[in-house]
């Protein structure tokens, strides 16, 4: 006898053998004991949760004749009478699945329709399962609008979908609508034990545990997985066999990986990653572990009790959620998204991993790392100006104002103050872009012409800037209102411009340019001239 797949070999042949669809079973089977039997049923869900074996059970249920013959619709289908048993083995003349994909036109679905008038030929109900129903062209919709609301008493339509927000509002509005939920971990887990008892196999519940995960939510695939898995580990299902068959890595890796970012060691990090090259790990699923380690670490921050001893590495969450701040664990958690959804796009999975680590290096938040920013992060982030040079390179004197006491050496001016502050982001920006209206003694007063610079944490950010930069509390104060005297943002501005006109000046001074525009009538495109940074 061939093999037959664990998917289709252990296909639930009833609605109490169906896992993770309680809410569906529970309405279905209530309906089914009180005869009051729809027309037409939607079943919604992404794939492997059930929706065509959700159809055969109903199909069963609705005709099932009992071991005697005599039996009549019911909530639990005997599986032995000749009825069922054609159900299950796809060759009862009755119940005819179509698949919408490649059968998706008018004319198709007209011929359907036809067939669909005569009375069924030894069965109660003819029934029609209509699988990624989705796809049917508009006019094939329009032509089963009549017949999907007012069928021949004897014909019931099952539709199943992927993608129900593709469907004509007319065709939800005829259908009975059940959505099928994805699996949950643990339960395609549980189900695995169950069917490798049956088969005689022996498992690690932490294997079982990583295969559930690796489902994502689909049954099928589970099953797929724990074929491949049975084939891969010879018939003892280990967790290291799982691991290498899903080129996963274990948390103690990836915690490394993220501990070597957190202290901002470039080196140590790519250490980690070619260890992890020469182990041929799968880059693009360590990004999406390395996400779910964050994400259980902010849960940490968040809800400690939600980090369970049953969570993997534990403790080396806790302690993670410890040393790293809330705000760069979002950081980082974004840069790794990014990164997987890039990855393809990069030379190399290796080089693609390798600079979202570099990646979180550089975007690491100044204060936390404790150290002189970046120069690129020195720099006044003016948003329509990404190439603007730092006010510290070509500083120039501030208007008078009130001078603070000499016990804050400050020398009032602002804008050289600014470039020297440890800020990155709004912060740095809403710094460059204020004007400095008073210091006095530890009270700085700014006017800034952007209220949302001056709201959230902002304002908070820069006061705690200023304490570390001399040593000792501050006070600032901003009003919101058009600037009048330096900004760093301004200065960098004029400074740009300047440079550009000089750069300009260079090229229509250039010997060859100005004969080509004296003999051929040429002219030059001021916006492709950039100056030498």
């Known amino acids: 006898m061939s ?29 089914l004991e009180q005869k009051r039997i729809h027309h037409a ?16 059970i109903l199909a069963k249920a609705l005709n099932c004749v009992g071991p005697d013959g005599a039996g009549g619709i ?34 198709e679905m007209t011929t359907l329709l036809e067939r669909a008038v005569y009375a069924p030929s030894n069965a109660r109900f003819k029934v029609y399962m209509i699988d990624e129903v989705h796809m049917l062209t508009t006019h094939a919709f329009n032509a089963m609008l009549k017949t999907l609301e007012e069928p021949p008493d004897y014909v019931k339509f099952i539709l199943a979908t992927t993608d129900p927000q593709k469907l004509p509002a007319t065709v939800l509005s005829r259908c009975l609508q059940f959505n099928l939920k994805q699996m949950a971990p643990a339960a395609v887990a549980s189900l695995m034990a169950e069917i490798l008892a049956k088969e005689g196999i022996s498992a690690e519940p932490a294997a079982l545990k990583m295969l559930g995960h690796a489902a994502r939510g689909s049954m099928r695939d589970g099953l797929s997985l724990l074929d491949q898995a049975i084939a891969y580990s010879a018939g003892n299902v280990t967790l290291e066999a799982v691991r290498n068959m899903l080129g996963a890595i274990d948390t103690t890796t990836l915690v490394r990986v993220l501990d070597a970012v957190a202290a901002r060691d470039a080196k140590q990090a790519l250490a980690v990653a070619d260890e992890m090259a020469a182990r041929s790990f799968s ?175 902002n304002l908070e950010k820069l006061k705690a800037a200023l304490a570390q930069h001399f040593g000792r509390p501050v006070r600032v104060s901003i009003d919101v209102g058009a600037t009048a005297g330096p900004t760093a943002a301004g200065i960098a501005e004029q400074a740009r411009a300047e440079k550009q006109k000089r750069a300009e000046e260079a090229i229509y001074a250039d010997p060859f340019v100005k004969e080509v525009i004296e003999n ?5 495109d001021p916006a492709s001239i950039k100056p030498n940074e």
């Open 74 to 107: 019911t909530a639990t289908p005997c599986n032995r009478c000749p009825v069922c048993e054609a159900i299950d083995a796809g060759r009862f003349v009755d119940y005819i699945e179509m698949d919408a994909a490649s059968n998706r036109g008018v004319d």
């Open 41 to 56: 049923y939607l079943f919604t869900g992404t794939r492997g949760v059930g929706k065509t074996t959700l159809s055969r």
């Open 283 to 457: 880059f693009a699923q360590a990004l999406r572990d390395l996400a779910g380690l964050l994400h259980r670490i902010a849960l940490a921050q968040q809800v400690p009790e939600a980090i369970g001893d049953d969570v993997e590495n534990a403790a080396d969450v806790l302690r993670c959620a410890q040393s790293i701040a809330p705000d760069e664990v979002q950081l980082l958690y974004q840069i790794a998204l990014h990164g997987r959804n890039d990855l393809h796009l990069a030379p190399d999975e290796y080089a693609g991993f390798t600079m979202t680590l570099l990646r979180m290096i550089a975007f690491a938040p100044a204060q936390a790392a404790g150290d002189a920013p970046a120069p690129a992060r020195a720099a006044p982030l003016v948003a329509s100006k990404p190439r603007t040079a730092a006010p510290a390179a070509a500083p120039v004197a501030a208007a008078p104002v009130q001078a603070a006491p000499a016990s804050l050496a400050f020398d009032g001016n602002w804008p050289a103050l600014v470039a020297r502050l440890k800020v990155a982001g709004m912060v740095r920006e809403l710094a460059a872009r204020s004007e400095l209206i008073a210091a006095d003694g530890d009270h700085f007063r700014l006017r800034v012409p952007i209220k949302t610079l001056a709201e959230g944490s």
């Open 520 to 524: 051929f009538g040429a002219t030059v």
């Open 3 to 31: 093999y037959q797949v664990l998917a289709r070999k252990w296909r639930p042949r009833d609605f109490a053998s169906l896992v993770g669809q309680d809410h569906v079973v529970r309405a279905l089977t209530h309906a």
